[in-house]
């Protein structure tokens, strides 16, 4: 597990050494220039013709995987099926890894399918558990279903790049790696991209990171929200509600601890947040509780801000239950707590001047789109957080009700292509084109 800060000197060795490498080099690059030359190009034309030309196998693609589940933990199936894409899509190199994660590599002209490599990826997994029924139902250009969104669509836009690249000739100097990543959901945690990154085979070898989730394509993601969840239990002696009144309550202690959170000021900027999320416990209506829980959320842009709130968050546990333990009889026994991580994501950010920023933008642009840049919790916090080049970018074409089971997406031919062409011209511009 990578926990907040996590940079492990080997890798940001090798980061900082291939950060020199040919995809995201030049000092002070006139990005315009370069994507403009690309979208312009003869190859970029035909390969935006063959993203026409096979956009109905792309939309069967969206329906065949979102209608394949894929729930926190189980994605096993959906990765295979995506294994078996990849292999037919003529990839080097294809595999599932010992966390999930199914890749593919497309050999550049320089480096031989060897690396360093730019990656490409989009999740495999969703928010809904096992049972959910995640059949696609289409209203016009409109397909509604579970996950269709987020983030499946993404992994059907990436086999169609590889379709095009081949069926225009497209070389690029870097290798890529192509990635359908297990774990970005919740309770996943990033574990996926968090393997890719620490113990898989590219580990250290990767120089710049996009990932795909989501669909808008003027929406750039280059600043990673860390989180810190946990899932706390208050335990106590217990008792009769009537008869042993006045004895200690984990009730009282787990109150007071949401009570002194929410009291807390946290800055606007980097923005930092919290909640009190789930809860839970107690034996009947007539007893004092033994065992109650309560679940909070910690989110922030800054890993020292989180830093500092979780810092917080324990004082306040040790103190409510401090304060109850001096308040009420203690004789049957005191009050407790135990604090289980149950969540945690590294805060990051790529850097604007970085050349993955500005190509993307660049890219955005060219298709005449205007940038948008955001944070938020993707898979990109990890290789920011290891201060590797990275951004999340849409898929393109216009979605909605994301985590809900009406998600749905619009698969009108004009817009999704014009979107879906930001992702590749931002990709050949970091991966460098013969």
Partial sequence: MIHTPYRPACLLALAGALIAAPAIAAPKPDHAKTVGKIVASPAFKAATAKLAADFDRTVADIVTLTQIPAPPFKEEARARAYLEMLKAHGLSDVAMDA????????????????????????????????????TVRREGTRLMAPGIGDDTRSLATLLAYMRALDAAGIKTRSDILFVGNVGEEGPGDLRGVRYLFNKSRYAGQITAFFSMDGSDASRVVDRGTGSKRYHVAFNGPGGHSYGAFGT???????????????????????????????????????????????????????????????????????????????????????????????????????????????????????????????????????????????????????????????????????????????????????????
Avoid at 100 to 112: D, I, M, Q, S
Avoid at 118 to 132: I, N
Avoid at 255 to 273: E, W
Avoid at 344 to 368: C, H, N
């Fill in 248 to 434: 200690v309550n984990p009730m009282t202690a787990m109150a007071r601890s949401v009570v002194d959170l929410y009291a807390v000021q946290v800055p606007a900027d980097p923005k930092t947040t919290y909640s009190a999320s789930v809860t839970g416990g107690g034996t009947s209506v007539n007893s004092i509780p033994n065992a109650v829980f309560m679940e909070f959320d910690m989110r922030s842009e800054s890993a020292a801000e989180l830093a500092r709130l979780d810092k917080t968050l324990i004082g306040i546990l040790d103190n409510a239950v401090a304060g109850e333990n001096a308040a009420r009889s203690t004789r049957f026994g005191k009050i407790s707590y135990e604090p289980k991580v149950i969540g945690e994501r590294p805060a990051g950010g790529t850097p604007p001047d970085a050349a993955i920023v500005g190509l993307t933008d660049a890219a955005i642009t060219a298709l005449g789109f205007k940038p948008e840049h955001d944070a938020s919790s993707t898979d990109s916090n990890i290789p920011m957080s290891l201060g590797i080049p990275a951004v999340t970018i849409g898929s393109g074409g216009k979605g909605g009700r994301a985590h809900a089971l009406d998600e749905w997406i619009d698969v009108e031919k004009g817009e999704s292509l014009k979107g879906m062409q930001v992702g590749l011209a931002a990709l050949l511009a970091v991966a460098g084109v013969d």
């Fill in 99 to 134: 966390e999930g994660n199914v890749t593919g590599v497309r050999a550049g002209t320089a480096t031989k399918g060897k690396g360093p490599f730019v990656v490409m990826a989009a999740h495999l997994d969703t928010v809904f558990p096992e049972g959910t029924d995640v």
